[in-house]
Protein backbone atom coordinates (compact mmCIF):
# COMPACT_ATOMS: atom_id res chain seq x y z
CA UNK A 1 0.00 0.00 0.00
CA UNK A 2 1.05 3.45 -0.45
CA UNK A 3 -0.54 5.87 1.69
CA UNK A 4 2.27 8.22 2.42
CA UNK A 5 5.24 10.10 0.74
CA UNK A 6 7.68 8.15 3.30
CA UNK A 7 6.94 4.94 1.54
CA UNK A 8 7.73 6.53 -2.51
CA UNK A 9 11.32 5.93 -1.40
CA UNK A 10 10.98 2.48 -0.37
CA UNK A 11 8.31 1.37 -3.52
CA UNK A 12 11.45 2.30 -5.66
CA UNK A 13 13.87 0.51 -3.66
CA UNK A 14 11.49 -2.46 -3.74
CA UNK A 15 11.50 -2.21 -7.64
CA UNK A 16 14.77 -2.05 -8.19
CA UNK A 17 15.53 -4.67 -6.25
CA UNK A 18 13.01 -7.05 -7.81
CA UNK A 19 14.40 -6.09 -11.10
CA UNK A 20 18.16 -6.94 -10.45
CA UNK A 21 17.05 -10.21 -9.01
CA UNK A 22 15.59 -11.33 -11.93
CA UNK A 23 18.18 -10.61 -14.23
CA UNK A 24 18.04 -7.03 -16.06
CA UNK A 25 20.60 -5.00 -16.79
CA UNK A 26 21.38 -1.39 -14.96
CA UNK A 27 19.65 0.58 -17.44
CA UNK A 28 16.83 -1.36 -17.50
CA UNK A 29 16.66 -1.38 -13.58
CA UNK A 30 16.71 2.01 -13.52
CA UNK A 31 14.23 2.58 -15.84
CA UNK A 32 11.82 0.22 -13.12
CA UNK A 33 13.29 2.76 -10.31
CA UNK A 34 11.77 5.62 -12.32
CA UNK A 35 8.69 4.45 -13.27
CA UNK A 36 8.42 2.80 -9.72
CA UNK A 37 9.10 6.18 -8.37
CA UNK A 38 6.14 8.02 -10.55
CA UNK A 39 3.15 5.45 -10.39
CA UNK A 40 4.19 5.94 -6.47
CA UNK A 41 3.48 9.75 -6.01
CA UNK A 42 0.33 9.46 -8.57
CA UNK A 43 -1.24 7.27 -5.80
CA UNK A 44 0.16 8.87 -2.82
CA UNK A 45 -0.92 12.64 -4.16
CA UNK A 46 -3.77 12.44 -6.65
CA UNK A 47 -5.20 8.56 -5.86
CA UNK A 48 -5.97 9.01 -2.59
CA UNK A 49 -3.67 6.06 -2.09
CA UNK A 50 -3.48 2.76 -3.30
CA UNK A 51 -1.71 -0.24 -3.97
CA UNK A 52 1.52 -0.95 -6.76
CA UNK A 53 2.10 -4.38 -7.23
CA UNK A 54 4.85 -5.46 -8.81
CA UNK A 55 5.66 -8.46 -10.59
CA UNK A 56 8.10 -10.27 -13.21
CA UNK A 57 6.72 -11.52 -16.13
CA UNK A 58 8.56 -14.09 -18.49
CA UNK A 59 8.88 -13.60 -21.95
CA UNK A 60 10.87 -16.22 -23.62
CA UNK A 61 14.56 -16.02 -22.47
CA UNK A 62 13.72 -12.35 -21.27
CA UNK A 63 12.92 -10.93 -18.04
CA UNK A 64 10.23 -7.81 -17.71
CA UNK A 65 9.10 -6.66 -14.42
CA UNK A 66 5.49 -5.66 -14.36
CA UNK A 67 3.93 -2.82 -12.00
CA UNK A 68 0.33 -1.99 -11.36
CA UNK A 69 -0.75 1.12 -9.79
CA UNK A 70 -4.37 0.54 -8.29
CA UNK A 71 -6.55 3.36 -6.74
CA UNK A 72 -10.36 4.32 -5.90
CA UNK A 73 -9.26 7.75 -6.50
CA UNK A 74 -11.08 10.95 -8.08
CA UNK A 75 -10.02 9.60 -11.60
CA UNK A 76 -8.90 11.35 -14.52
CA UNK A 77 -11.23 13.10 -17.09
CA UNK A 78 -8.94 13.93 -20.02
CA UNK A 79 -6.32 10.92 -19.79
CA UNK A 80 -4.06 11.95 -22.40
CA UNK A 81 -3.86 15.25 -20.85
CA UNK A 82 -2.05 13.57 -17.96
CA UNK A 83 0.45 12.00 -20.08
CA UNK A 84 1.23 14.59 -22.34
CA UNK A 85 4.79 16.04 -21.31
CA UNK A 86 5.13 19.13 -19.15
CA UNK A 87 2.25 17.66 -16.92
CA UNK A 88 3.84 16.27 -13.80
CA UNK A 89 3.35 14.49 -10.75
CA UNK A 90 5.85 17.13 -9.23
CA UNK A 91 8.65 16.41 -7.17
CA UNK A 92 9.93 13.57 -9.16
CA UNK A 93 12.80 12.39 -11.76
CA UNK A 94 10.48 12.01 -14.55
CA UNK A 95 7.02 14.05 -16.09
CA UNK A 96 4.67 11.89 -14.88
CA UNK A 97 2.58 9.28 -15.98
CA UNK A 98 4.35 10.66 -19.91
CA UNK A 99 7.52 9.19 -18.36
CA UNK A 100 6.34 6.46 -17.39
CA UNK A 101 4.61 5.30 -21.10
CA UNK A 102 8.07 6.12 -22.55
CA UNK A 103 10.05 3.68 -20.51
CA UNK A 104 7.61 0.85 -20.39
CA UNK A 105 8.04 -1.87 -23.08
CA UNK A 106 3.78 -2.03 -22.35
CA UNK A 107 1.87 0.58 -20.90
CA UNK A 108 -1.97 0.99 -20.33
CA UNK A 109 -4.35 3.11 -18.54
CA UNK A 110 -7.83 2.72 -17.34
CA UNK A 111 -9.65 5.75 -15.27
CA UNK A 112 -12.91 6.68 -14.62
CA UNK A 113 -14.11 9.90 -12.83
CA UNK A 114 -15.33 9.05 -9.36
CA UNK A 115 -14.46 5.24 -9.77
CA UNK A 116 -10.36 5.51 -9.44
CA UNK A 117 -6.95 4.49 -11.67
CA UNK A 118 -5.39 1.35 -12.88
CA UNK A 119 -2.05 2.04 -14.70
CA UNK A 120 0.26 -0.93 -16.13
CA UNK A 121 3.76 -0.23 -17.32
CA UNK A 122 6.16 -3.80 -17.76
CA UNK A 123 9.67 -3.01 -18.38
CA UNK A 124 11.94 -4.93 -20.38
CA UNK A 125 10.97 -7.19 -23.02
CA UNK A 126 7.88 -7.51 -24.44
CA UNK A 127 6.00 -10.91 -23.78
CA UNK A 128 4.35 -12.39 -26.85
CA UNK A 129 1.13 -13.26 -25.40
CA UNK A 130 -1.43 -10.89 -23.81
CA UNK A 131 -2.37 -11.70 -20.44
CA UNK A 132 -2.77 -10.08 -16.95
CA UNK A 133 -2.76 -11.80 -13.44
CA UNK A 134 -3.36 -10.47 -9.81
CA UNK A 135 -2.63 -12.75 -6.57
CA UNK A 136 -2.54 -11.28 -3.31
CA UNK A 137 -2.95 -12.99 0.41
CA UNK A 138 -5.32 -12.16 2.63
CA UNK A 139 -4.33 -9.45 4.58
CA UNK A 140 -2.32 -10.50 7.58
CA UNK A 141 -0.54 -13.42 5.49
CA UNK A 142 2.72 -13.44 3.89
CA UNK A 143 2.32 -16.60 1.62
CA UNK A 144 -0.46 -16.69 -1.06
CA UNK A 145 -2.78 -19.71 -1.21
CA UNK A 146 -3.94 -19.27 -4.74
CA UNK A 147 -1.31 -19.45 -7.93
CA UNK A 148 -1.35 -19.32 -11.38
CA UNK A 149 0.94 -20.98 -14.40
CA UNK A 150 0.44 -20.16 -18.01
CA UNK A 151 2.49 -22.78 -20.78
CA UNK A 152 2.81 -21.79 -24.08
CA UNK A 153 3.67 -23.78 -27.33
CA UNK A 154 3.15 -23.05 -31.04
CA UNK A 155 0.07 -24.97 -30.94
CA UNK A 156 -1.91 -23.69 -27.44
CA UNK A 157 -1.63 -21.88 -24.63
CA UNK A 158 -2.32 -23.42 -21.19
CA UNK A 159 -3.55 -21.98 -18.04
CA UNK A 160 -3.84 -23.53 -14.87
CA UNK A 161 -5.23 -21.73 -11.86
CA UNK A 162 -5.04 -23.37 -8.44
CA UNK A 163 -6.92 -22.06 -4.95
CA UNK A 164 -5.16 -24.34 -1.63
CA UNK A 165 -7.70 -24.72 0.83
CA UNK A 166 -7.95 -21.71 3.48
CA UNK A 167 -4.94 -19.64 3.34
CA UNK A 168 -1.50 -19.02 4.64
CA UNK A 169 1.69 -21.76 4.59
CA UNK A 170 -0.68 -24.87 4.25
CA UNK A 171 -2.67 -23.41 1.52
CA UNK A 172 0.35 -22.51 -0.44
CA UNK A 173 2.13 -25.86 -0.11
CA UNK A 174 -1.10 -27.45 -1.87
CA UNK A 175 -0.91 -24.80 -4.63
CA UNK A 176 2.66 -25.06 -4.70
CA UNK A 177 2.93 -28.75 -5.92
CA UNK A 178 0.30 -27.91 -8.21
CA UNK A 179 2.13 -25.68 -10.04
CA UNK A 180 4.90 -28.13 -9.73
CA UNK A 181 2.81 -30.96 -11.36
CA UNK A 182 1.41 -28.91 -13.20
CA UNK A 183 5.07 -28.03 -15.22
CA UNK A 184 5.73 -31.74 -15.97
CA UNK A 185 1.78 -32.36 -17.39
CA UNK A 186 1.18 -29.25 -19.42
CA UNK A 187 1.07 -30.34 -22.60
CA UNK A 188 -1.33 -32.65 -21.74
CA UNK A 189 -5.57 -32.27 -21.81
CA UNK A 190 -6.78 -30.45 -18.72
CA UNK A 191 -8.54 -33.79 -17.84
CA UNK A 192 -5.03 -35.71 -17.52
CA UNK A 193 -3.40 -32.51 -15.71
CA UNK A 194 -5.98 -32.26 -13.32
CA UNK A 195 -6.15 -36.07 -12.98
CA UNK A 196 -2.38 -36.29 -11.89
CA UNK A 197 -2.30 -33.20 -9.78
CA UNK A 198 -4.95 -34.86 -7.87
CA UNK A 199 -2.33 -37.84 -6.99
CA UNK A 200 0.43 -35.17 -6.52
CA UNK A 201 -1.51 -33.25 -3.55
CA UNK A 202 -2.31 -36.31 -1.45
CA UNK A 203 -1.33 -35.15 1.55
CA UNK A 204 -1.78 -31.67 1.26
CA UNK A 205 -4.39 -29.65 2.45
CA UNK A 206 -6.29 -29.94 -0.90
CA UNK A 207 -7.22 -27.57 -3.51
CA UNK A 208 -9.61 -26.05 -6.12
CA UNK A 209 -8.24 -25.63 -9.61
CA UNK A 210 -8.99 -25.40 -13.24
CA UNK A 211 -7.49 -26.20 -16.55
CA UNK A 212 -8.22 -23.87 -19.78
CA UNK A 213 -6.06 -24.73 -23.37
CA UNK A 214 -6.36 -22.42 -25.71
CA UNK A 215 -5.95 -23.95 -29.54
CA UNK A 216 -5.14 -22.03 -32.39
CA UNK A 217 -8.25 -24.03 -34.14
CA UNK A 218 -10.39 -21.53 -32.15
CA UNK A 219 -11.43 -24.06 -30.04
CA UNK A 220 -10.80 -24.26 -25.90
CA UNK A 221 -10.85 -26.86 -23.78
CA UNK A 222 -11.72 -26.90 -20.03
CA UNK A 223 -12.08 -29.00 -16.42
CA UNK A 224 -12.21 -27.77 -12.92
CA UNK A 225 -12.55 -28.83 -9.70
CA UNK A 226 -13.82 -26.80 -6.68
CA UNK A 227 -14.45 -23.26 -6.44
CA UNK A 228 -12.71 -21.62 -9.23
CA UNK A 229 -14.56 -19.40 -11.90
CA UNK A 230 -13.92 -19.25 -16.13
CA UNK A 231 -15.48 -17.08 -18.38
CA UNK A 232 -15.47 -16.68 -22.11
CA UNK A 233 -16.17 -13.57 -22.13
CA UNK A 234 -16.78 -11.97 -26.10
CA UNK A 235 -17.80 -8.88 -27.27
CA UNK A 236 -21.90 -9.92 -27.22
CA UNK A 237 -22.00 -12.52 -24.81
CA UNK A 238 -20.08 -14.49 -21.82
CA UNK A 239 -20.28 -17.83 -21.35
CA UNK A 240 -19.73 -19.62 -17.73
CA UNK A 241 -17.04 -22.79 -17.91
CA UNK A 242 -18.22 -25.53 -15.97
CA UNK A 243 -16.27 -26.94 -12.91
CA UNK A 244 -17.66 -29.85 -10.34
CA UNK A 245 -17.19 -29.78 -6.72
CA UNK A 246 -14.54 -31.59 -5.07
CA UNK A 247 -11.26 -31.02 -3.87
CA UNK A 248 -7.73 -31.75 -5.64
CA UNK A 249 -5.85 -34.43 -3.36
CA UNK A 250 -8.70 -34.97 -1.15
CA UNK A 251 -11.87 -36.23 -2.55
CA UNK A 252 -12.55 -36.06 -6.38
CA UNK A 253 -16.19 -36.80 -6.67
CA UNK A 254 -16.16 -36.27 -10.34
CA UNK A 255 -13.82 -34.72 -13.28
CA UNK A 256 -14.86 -34.05 -16.69
CA UNK A 257 -13.79 -31.90 -19.87
CA UNK A 258 -15.43 -29.48 -21.70
CA UNK A 259 -14.77 -28.21 -25.23
CA UNK A 260 -16.13 -24.71 -25.98
CA UNK A 261 -15.89 -22.57 -28.79
CA UNK A 262 -13.54 -20.03 -28.86
CA UNK A 263 -14.37 -16.35 -31.11
CA UNK A 264 -12.29 -13.92 -32.40
CA UNK A 265 -11.62 -11.12 -29.45
CA UNK A 266 -12.40 -12.84 -26.88
CA UNK A 267 -11.27 -13.08 -23.28
CA UNK A 268 -10.67 -15.87 -20.49
CA UNK A 269 -11.15 -14.89 -17.33
CA UNK A 270 -10.61 -17.13 -14.46
CA UNK A 271 -10.55 -16.70 -10.58
CA UNK A 272 -10.54 -17.76 -7.66
CA UNK A 273 -13.07 -17.31 -4.62
CA UNK A 274 -11.55 -14.47 -3.51
CA UNK A 275 -13.69 -12.64 -6.26
CA UNK A 276 -16.81 -11.90 -6.10
CA UNK A 277 -18.32 -13.11 -9.68
CA UNK A 278 -20.42 -9.91 -9.52
CA UNK A 279 -18.84 -8.58 -12.44
CA UNK A 280 -19.85 -8.01 -15.99
CA UNK A 281 -17.57 -6.75 -18.77
CA UNK A 282 -20.17 -6.52 -21.47
CA UNK A 283 -21.55 -3.56 -19.29
CA UNK A 284 -18.17 -1.81 -19.64
CA UNK A 285 -17.08 -2.04 -23.67
CA UNK A 286 -13.79 0.47 -22.69
CA UNK A 287 -12.79 -1.91 -19.96
CA UNK A 288 -13.08 -4.83 -22.43
CA UNK A 289 -10.65 -3.34 -24.79
CA UNK A 290 -7.89 -2.77 -22.28
CA UNK A 291 -4.86 -4.30 -21.74
CA UNK A 292 -5.33 -7.58 -19.42
CA UNK A 293 -3.08 -6.98 -16.64
CA UNK A 294 -5.65 -3.51 -16.50
CA UNK A 295 -8.79 -5.63 -16.37
CA UNK A 296 -7.20 -7.97 -13.73
CA UNK A 297 -6.88 -4.89 -11.72
CA UNK A 298 -9.97 -3.55 -12.44
CA UNK A 299 -11.40 -7.02 -11.58
CA UNK A 300 -9.18 -7.46 -8.46
CA UNK A 301 -9.88 -3.62 -6.71
CA UNK A 302 -13.70 -3.80 -7.36
CA UNK A 303 -14.29 -7.41 -6.64
CA UNK A 304 -11.72 -9.02 -4.25
CA UNK A 305 -13.12 -10.07 -0.57
CA UNK A 306 -11.19 -8.91 2.45
CA UNK A 307 -11.22 -12.27 4.05
CA UNK A 308 -9.72 -14.93 1.02
CA UNK A 309 -6.83 -14.91 -0.91
CA UNK A 310 -7.49 -12.89 -3.96
CA UNK A 311 -6.41 -14.44 -7.87
CA UNK A 312 -7.42 -13.56 -11.05
CA UNK A 313 -5.85 -14.07 -14.80
CA UNK A 314 -7.10 -12.45 -18.10
CA UNK A 315 -5.75 -13.93 -21.05
CA UNK A 316 -6.89 -12.98 -24.52
Given at each position: ???E?????E?????Q?L??A???D???????????????????????G????M??????A??????L?????RG???????????Y????T?????G?????????D?????G?G?V?M??V??????????V?IP????I???????????Q??R?????D????????????????E??????T??????L??A????????G?????A???Q??K????G?G??T??????D????????N??LG??L??L???????P???L???????L?????????????????A???????R????P???A??V???
Open positions: MIEESQIGARRDARAVYGLTTQAGRVAIAATELATNLCRHGGGELLQPVKSAHETIELAIDRGMSNVERCLNDGSTGGSGTGLAVRRLSAEFIHSVPETVSRGAQPGSRFGASVKGEECGDSWALAEDDSCLLLVGLGHGSLAAAAAERALSFAATAETPHSIERHRTLAGTRAAAAVRISRSLSYAVNVGYVVGARSQGLVSHGTVALRQQFEYEWQDSLVMHSDGSARWDLRKNPLLRGKHPIIAGVLYDHARRDDTVVLN
